[in-house]
């Protein structure tokens, strides 16, 4: 038993693996791994530990997430307390030196991107409030556009021998997504200015950015679930403050929205919230697409 | 000899961390918190309505703790947490468990973070990682008490003073090997046998999991663990019922098998999830036990040692539902093996018996937010022979400051 244990500790040392091929990437979330593949393509292996289906601050570091924050060379989050419920703990127990915080194997975006509603005071009273601001930031694509700066940076940086590629694969994708988001103003103008409703504070970005004005949450504190009582007060409010729609993400529950938008006989609008929300956002270019067309539907 | 090969590689692995870690950080990371370190307060309560008297689990021999079992309102220990990053390389962690008199350090341990390779070391007082529940610390249990055989085997936990090693391999399937070697004076070890030089326990265990589609997800593992006791003292009734003092020295080896499934629809658990979890354990003891005289009282003691031995098991396996945001619901069945228990020339002394303890538990708590929990709890506890008990038990569990994530 214990000459068997040593023989195996020593074979283990001496079997790390020393070489590679592509650079194996981590995200904490969607949006992340589809801006890693706009920027790496097929100079990364890229996977995701949450799914737009998933809400990014409530997942558990389950064994499969170990075993793949094992392996990777770089971990891209968005930072900013969203995944403080699981992600340090996911870096503490995967035993890569790599990804650690402080690391060049681990990238934040929220360092490289503008953060609206920082709260001027912190006490659990208020919800689950972020300390350094909203964290759902990708849906600014402005937001999307310096934070694609910064990881083109960052994975030359870890993978110089592909520098160039990923310079001239950022240059291309910078060109693309700035067309896009002057494409997608243009098609946005009628929505400036549009009352809505949302479920949570992960709209804020895409309100802010399109003009939206945000009525009221579905949720009487971020993060707490919508009660009866908080959604018959909300009806009040929208009978003096009318709405044209209430939104949501996939991986919210539709009952709260459809309840109250029934009711008051407006939309309830799922937007994909993420690459993979819906069956049309396939990536970060269509990820949009879906969102304005939803939007502009249910404007009208 | 192995435990001193276990010693030396965690040490030659402490020393090479800085290899691994560049010294210049890239950019400044968000802190858990502004403050450093993390501090946090547990507040823990029950009322808890129950037979009078001092309750054992027939047929196995009492750890000699008595966690989360005071009659009527009781405040339980609250625990004070500290951990922080004491430099690039290392992560502290204390926690402290504050009752009337006493401060107990319930964990205190420093943390590798950048060896690499996959391996992480732990020093100082831990929890050990055998099995699944072991880890937990009583504010993250689905039920208001440990499971039975846990609380036989280890009392409210197998705490380590000693070293732990752990290697995650770099597979797609999770694959955790760890080991550790510790003092050993704590129940199943004892003072006496950890008076030495090298270590009188250590423990090995191997996790397996992954993810079966994207709403199911497991862990498995078996451990093992092997302590030497010296003059453990315990207090078991004899034939007359009247307590006596024995002392164990030798060698008790345990088994425990554990499997934990969880599912959510779409890996999205807030809204609804399950959890299933099960643990087996197995000890085996064998060894010399003396018993001191206690005739004066009436008992049947005359200050014998013989030989001793015993092979006990028990498990549980339990169900929790999230059926909807806040709430959950539970049922949890237990039960021992008291199996085979040869006492020899004190056989006279002391019962073999062939009671099966076992114990019933349902409940069901409801958590505001994530930092608060109150639970209501039913048992029907008949790990007592002729005396089963219909238990209620109504607690809360408050987490004050940032409180670190749970283990899956």
Redesign the interface.
Known sequence: M?LF??A??AV??LA??TAQAALNVLTCEPEWAALTQELAGDLAKVSSA??A???PH???????L??KA??ADLLICT???LE??????LQ???????I?????G?F?A??FARIIERPTTLD?AQ??VH??GNPHLHLDPHNIAQVAEALAK?LAEIDPSNAERYVERNRDFQVRWAAAIGRWEEQAAGLKGVPVVVHHKNWSYLADWLGLVVISDLEPKP???PSAAHLAALMGTLKSKPAKMVLRSA?Q?PKPSQWLASRVGIAAVELPYTVGGSTQATDLFSLYDDTLRRLKESAQ | MFDRLLIATGIALALSTPLQIQAAPQDNTTALNAFNPEVSLILQGAYLDRLGGERHVTGFVPTGEHGHDVRGLALNHTELVFAANVDPYTRGFVNLAVADEAVEIEESWFQSLGLGHGFTVRGGRFLSGIGYQNERHPHQWDFANNGLMHSVLFGEHLVQDGLQLRWLAPTELFMEFGSEVAKGQFFPGSELGADKSGAATWAAFVHLGGDVSTSHSWRGGISYLHAEPAQRASIVDDFNDIEALTDFSGTSKTWLADFVWKWAPNGNSSQRNFTFLTEYFLRDEAGDLACDDNTLDGGLCTGLTDRYSSEQSGWYAQGVYQFMPAWRTGLRYDRLDSGSVNFNANNAVFEQTNYDPTRWSVMTDYSPSEFSRFRLQFARDQSMRDEPDNQWTLQYSLSIGPHGSHKF
Request: proline fraction near 7%.
């Open positions: 214990k244990l040593s195996f500790l283990l040392v790390m693996p949450t799914t289906l998933q809400d409530h997942i558990e570091a389950r064994p499969a170990l075993a094992r392996r930072g900013a307390e403080i419920g699981w992600l340090p703990l503490r127990e995967a035993g890569n030196g790599n650690q915080p402080g690391q060049s681990y934040e929220a360092r659990r919800g689950d300390a350094t960052r993060g707490v679930e991986y529950s």
